[in-house]
């Protein structure tokens, strides 16, 4: 068992239960125990671009600190904090000013400079455990299923800093459709935005968002659409409709690999 | 601020390189909110190189954004169109009682599948 840290995020606690239990299922299958680092605080849900803002990254660097301190890296299920992990750590890496000014606050031996990988649990199927592992460790799989795998924005870009796969032909979601037996669906808005939280903000804007990525979905003939990101599952769900099913990716991996309900592993 | 001030300080904040722009306009061919825009991203860009910034931010366009990052991504230039918008967002909403989004908006605003996730990332959008 490969321990590594793990930073879950304020909606995987609440709303998003089941993307953190059946992430951390998934991941004991495969030979990996996520270690919570303790004291976690919420990410904020973006990063703030701006080079005079600190506080907003605060949370940010001390989930990355402890991450160096016990492993090197941190492991993330949520797209969002997968984000702002990344390019808080960034932001030590490259602006020296900027992590002089979190030292004063963060008083961490010796000061965090960006020491850490921030790893998201698809980089570990893809990059460690491999789809081939992955492949023969499904008990049910989804045959006949066209699953639409939705980036979205969050795992992509900046893909300069990201580098989590190609921003504009991405492949990891559909290499991972495919271990699981179902047929991925390639559409047009994969990569676009669902509208964010601009949900709360102007909800007729968000509704024009989602609809689209749904709508180009559905015209490509998907019957179900994959996400990391429980705002997104909420937009594509609540702001938008179509003949398709919302799922988290983990959700589709924990019913392949027969940890669903009613699984031979239940 | 005078127009100069202003200029020099969302430069500062957003790291952006606004005099690179050759005004090619794919950044905003690929933002996702440009038709509920006022001024889109090219003219943000271009704006503050002018040092025209009022309108910007008397502007409902600030709200607009998303952050999606995909002018960013686009542009062959490297001009980082989001973080210029999102400098002159701050620039706005850092005045006293300028928060775009209060604590007390937030029970009319939800709904019981809404994650948390929504709301943090709003108040750091729209609140200092
Ligand atoms: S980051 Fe903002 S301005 Fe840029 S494409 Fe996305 S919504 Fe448009
Ligand atoms: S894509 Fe870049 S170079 Fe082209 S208009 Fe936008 S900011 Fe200017």
Not at chain 1, 39 to 49: I, L, P, R, S
Not at chain 1, 102 to 111: G, M
Request: charged letters at 30%; aromatic letters at 8%.
């Amino acid at each position: 068992m490969t321990k590594i840290a793990y930073y879950p995020g304020c909606t995987l606690k609440n709303k998003a239960r089941a993307l953190d239990e059946e992430a951390r299922a998934a991941a004991r299958l495969l030979g990996y125990e996520f270690e919570e680092i303790d004291e976690w605080q919420c990410c904020g849900g973006a990063f703030t671009t701006s080079r005079d803002e600190i506080a907003t990254k605060l949370a940010a660097a001390r989930a990355l600190t402890w991450a160096r301190d016990h492993g090197g890296r941190v492991v993330t299920v949520c797209s969002a904090c997968y984000n702002v992990l990344k390019q808080t750590n960034a932001a030590f890496r490259t602006d020296s000013e900027f992590a002089a000014k979190v030292s004063r606050y963060e008083k961490t031996d010796p000061p965090y400079r960006g020491e850490a990988e921030v790893v998201h649990w698809f980089e570990l199927l893809r990059d460690e455990i491999g789809f081939d592992k992955l492949r023969a460790a499904v008990k049910k799989p989804l045959k006949g299923r066209k699953i639409a795998p939705y980036y979205g924005c969050l795992l992509l870009r900046p893909s300069e800093t990201l580098a989590f796969d190609s921003p504009e032909n991405p492949t990891v979601m559909e290499d991972f459709i495919r271990a699981l037996g179902a047929e991925p669906v390639r559409y047009a808005m994969r990569n676009e935005c669902c509208g964010g939280y601009l949900t709360l903000e102007d909800r007729d804007a968000a509704k024009k968002r989602s609809a689209a990525v749904l709508s180009s979905a559905v015209e490509m003939g998907a019957d179900c659409m994959i996400t990391a990101c429980p705002l997104c599952l909420y937009n594509l769900t609540k702001n938008a409709a179509g003949p398709l099913e919302i799922r988290y990716f983990t959700d589709v991996l924990a019913e392949a690999l027969g940890l669903k309900e009613g699984g031979e592993n239940a | 601020m005078n127009k100069q001030d202003l200029k020099e300080e969302i430069v500062r904040m957003s790291g952006s390189a606004v005099e690179k722009c050759m005004r090619c306009g794919k950044c905003s061919a690929s933002c996702p909110s440009y038709e509920d825009m006022e001024y889109h991203p090219h003219e943000f860009v271009y704006l503050v190189e002018k040092g025209d910034i009022e309108k910007l931010m008397a502007s409902e366009s600030i709200y607009k954004c998303l952050t999606c990052f995909a002018c960013v991504e686009r542009c062959p230039r490297g001009v980082e169109p989001a973080k210029v918008v999102e400098a002159v967002r701050l620039i706005v909403i850092r005045e006293q009682g300028m928060n775009r989004l209060k604590p007390d908006d937030i029970p009319g605003l939800w709904d019981k599948d809404l994650p948390q996730q929504a709301i943090v990332t709003a108040m750091r959008k729209y609140t200092k």
